[in-house]
T-cell receptor, first 112, second 110 residues
Framework: KAGVTQTPRYLIKTRGQQVTLSCSPI?????VSWYQQTPGQGLQFLFEYFSETQRNKGNFPGRFSGRQFSNSRSEMNVSTLELGDSALYLC???????????FGPGTRLTVL | EDKVVQSPLSLVVHEGDTVTLNCSYE??????LLWYKQEKKAPTFLFMLTSSGIEKKSGRLSSILDKKELFSILNITATQTGDSAIYLCAAVDSNYQLIWGAGTKLIIKP
């Protein structure tokens, strides 16, 4: 079974731009969660989607948004990028919300 | 192809025992290694190791990295039932991408 995939693997943007990251969960998984990891830090929860609905949301500004499609693939969008948004963005999928999560390789975002 | 291999895949011990979890890696442009504890939901960050031979400690947990032999170990002493979890290691490459190991499922019996 293929694992969680994320695209792109890395990208560079400038302040004020927007970015969209994509996550394809493991086949059959309906829950997708997004996390931000800054170098040397732990994971900070962004939001979770289940069956195209946002179930939980972390403490991030409205510039961070997401959505989930009917095939469970999810996208995360960050608008008006700031330097502090530079981080590794991880996506994780699970069968249901309470099941073990499986993490993707991450997308490294650098904001200049 | 970059890869991270953890062993054992699962481990069952009794409370009070000491366990050693292994993580070996083959990563081009290796930067650092991370250990996480995962209990159902998001992993909890444990350690980040960048330098060889320097032990990091946090309570009963400790970890060390060997960049020559390309492995890391995570030690847990005087285990408790609350230590039951999946322990994940991930190697970080120069682009800050994570290459995950499959994890070690640790079960502590009372």
């Amino acid at each position: 079974k293929a694992g969680v995939t994320q695209t792109p693997r890395y990208l560079i943007k400038t302040r004020g731009q927007q970015v969209t990251l994509s996550c394809s969960p493991i086949s059959g998984h309906r829950s997708v969660s997004w996390y931000q990891q800054t170098p040397g830090q732990g994971l900070q929860f962004l939001f979770e989607y289940f069956s195209e609905t946002q179930r939980n949301k972390g403490n991030f500004p409205g510039r961070f948004s997401g959505r989930q499609f009917s095939n469970s693939r999810s996208e995360m969008n960050v608008s008006t990028l700031e330097l502090g948004d530079s981080a590794l963005y991880l996506c994780a999928s699970s069968l249901n919300s309470q099941d073990t999560q499986y993490f993707g390789p991450g997308t490294r975002l650098t904001v200049l | 192809e970059d890869k991270v291999v953890q062993s054992p895949l699962s481990l069952v011990v009794h409370e009070g025992d000491t366990v050693t979890l292994n993580c070996s890696y083959e990563v081009t442009n290796f930067r650092s290694l991370l250990w996480y504890k995962q209990e159902k939901k998001a992993p909890t960050f444990l350690f980040m190791l960048t330098s060889s031979g320097i032990e990091k400690k946090s309570g009963r947990l400790s970890s060390i990295l060997d960049k020559k032999e390309l492995f890391s170990i995570l030690n847990i002493t005087a285990t408790q039932t609350g230590d039951s979890a999946i322990y994940l290691c991930a190697a970080v490459d120069s682009n800050y991408q994570l290459i995950w190991g499959a994890g070690t499922k640790l079960i502590i019996k009372p």
